[in-house]
Every structure is written in structure tokens, then in C-alpha cells.
């Protein structure tokens, strides 16, 4: 099974930027559907991104689209997320999740259909 370890959290102030990247595992990643959640104290996990094993297909929340771009490189076996125009609301601890085996279409951004996460990475935007 691929294993995942997220870097890049930091704390950055609002309207900055920041790169998260993950990095898999095996040799599996180029088959596999790759994506971020986020979870804020005191709130559900909410899907983020994914991307699918070639990147011809994407897939925002509608809180971050348009501000983040996920993206991952199969030859590197990492996967991004640029985080543009930062907001409080933000803030919250990204975790890099894979499915567990190859799929033939990746899952909605619903945590229960994802089955490799990572250990996250913090995020804190202030204003």
C-alpha cells in the first residue's frame, strides 16, 4: 500500500501563498486517484481537491476553487497544492489522501472513499 507524508504547512498572513506537496510511496502512484482534505478545529473534514492518475481531471470544493490549483508529477511521485490568496477560513490541517488500489474513476471528495492518508501538515492563515 502507498504510504503519503505531506510537507509545506505553514503560517502565513492573509491573501499570501503557500505550496503543499506530498510524497508517495510504491510504484503504484501513476494508477492511483491522489487528493487534499482539511479540517479546522471544531470541524467536519472537508474534501479540498483531487486529481486523477494522468491529471486530465480536477475537482475544487467551491470554497477554494479559483484560489487553489492541485496538481501532482507522476515521475516524482509528489503531489501539490498551490495555495493562492489565503484567507483565515483556511486555516485547518491538509492532508494529502490517496485511494488504496487503482480505480477506474476517482471518488467524490467524501473522506470515507479514501483509503491512504497522510500524517497532515498545518496550515494558519492570520488576517
Known amino acids: 500500500q502507498v504510504k503519503l507524508v505531506e510537507s509545506g504547512g505553514d503560517s502565513v498572513q492573509a491573501g499570501g501563498s503557500l505550496k503543499l506537496s506530498c510524497v508517495a510511496s510504491g510504484d503504484t502512484f501513476s494508477t492511483i486517484c491522489m487528493g487534499w482534505f482539511r479540517q479546522a478545529p471544531g470541524k467536519k473534514r472537508e474534501g479540498v481537491a483531487r486529481?486523477?492518475?494522468?491529471?486530465?481531471?480536477?475537482i475544487y470544493t467551491a470554497a477554494v476553487r479559483g484560489r487553489f490549483t492541485i496538481s501532482r508529477d507522476n515521475a516524482e511521485n509528489t503531489l501539490s497544492l498551490q495555495m493562492y490568496n489565503l484567507q483565515p477560513n483556511d486555516t485547518a490541517v491538509y492532508y494529502c489522501?490517496?485511494?488504496?488500489?487503482?480505480?477506474?474513476?476517482?471518488?467524490?471528495?467524501?473522506?470515507?472513499?479514501?483509503?491512504?492518508w497522510g500524517q497532515g501538515t498545518q496550515v494558519t492563515v492570520s488576517s
Open positions: 486529481i486523477s492518475p494522468n491529471s486530465d481531471t480536477t
Open positions: 489522501v490517496s485511494t488504496a488500489n487503482t480505480v477506474v474513476g476517482c471518488p467524490p471528495l467524501d473522506p470515507k472513499r479514501w483509503g491512504v
